[in-house]
């Protein structure tokens, strides 16, 4: 079954597809809801200064480093399992479980009760909500995990913010840079508007699901609840 009739198929089943936009409610030609809110519930979630006063969902990547500066402490509470190498400023949260060979250069905010897999890579700049799943060989840069979510399988996610409970299957690709080198867009309503950001991944909202090695490309917005099928090469604004 090719590509077409995979979706043909997810579409006769109300599978609601993630991409470019996002609509806020059911009907048609309504505006797109780019706040936080069209994507994500923070109630209950940490960080709230992080968020705070942010009008577009993408607003939140450049100030992830200065949170982090400003806020974080030192300190692990987590079991680790072996010599995991862990950079300065680092925090690990209670129930936290590392294992051998991950590599945390930080700086990094990882939550309570979050596995962080074997050979997984978090750079600088990188925020985890508590029962996350850092997974096995997988690159984490400058990026927000909801409570919940799941990365478990050689994927990168870079610039991105990823809802609380996502799962993206092995080998999803959070992709954040154009070949181009041009600043990102992203598509609202049919509309092109800039970004600002030369670094920019994606939005995927809370409870989604992307499907084995699909690449998200940069200055995506995937819906809540949004499924993507494995293998799908997923478009940003051109």
């Not at 979630?45 to 009008?55: I, T």
């Not at 092995?170 to 954040?176: D, E, H, K, P, Q």
């Amino acid at each position: 079954m090719g590509p077409s009739s995979w979706r043909l198929r997810a579409r006769r089943c109300g599978w609601p597809f993630g991409g470019l936009e996002t609509r806020a409610g059911s009907g048609q030609g309504q505006v797109v809801n780019t706040a936080l809110a069209g994507f994500f519930d923070l109630k209950g979630q940490n960080h709230e200064e992080l968020f705070a006063g942010v009008k577009q969902a993408w607003e939140v990547l450049p100030r992830i480093g200065e949170y982090l500066k400003k806020n974080l402490k030192n300190g692990s509470k987590a079991k680790l399992i072996g010599s995991p190498v862990i950079g300065e400023n680092v925090y690990l949260g209670e129930g936290t479980l590392v294992e051998p060979g991950v590599y945390i250069r930080g700086p990094a905010w990882i939550g309570k009760n979050c596995e962080i897999r074997h050979g997984a890579y978090i750079r600088e700049n990188v925020v985890a909500g508590d029962g996350c799943v850092l997974g096995n060989s997988c690159e984490f840069k400058n990026c927000v995990l909801l409570g919940g979510a799941h990365v478990s399988h050689f994927s990168y996610v870079g610039d991105s913010i990823v809802g609380r409970e996502v799962n993206l299957g092995a080998g999803v690709i959070l992709s954040n840079y154009r070949l181009d080198g041009q600043a990102i867009r992203v598509r609202v309503a049919g509309t092109l508007v800039e970004t600002g950001l030369r670094k920019f991944g994606a939005m995927v909202g809370d409870r989604a699901s992307v499907g084995c090695n699909a690449v998200i490309n940069p200055g995506s917005l995937i819906a809540k609840g949004a499924k993507i099928l494995p293998g799908t090469i997923w478009s940003g604004a051109k």
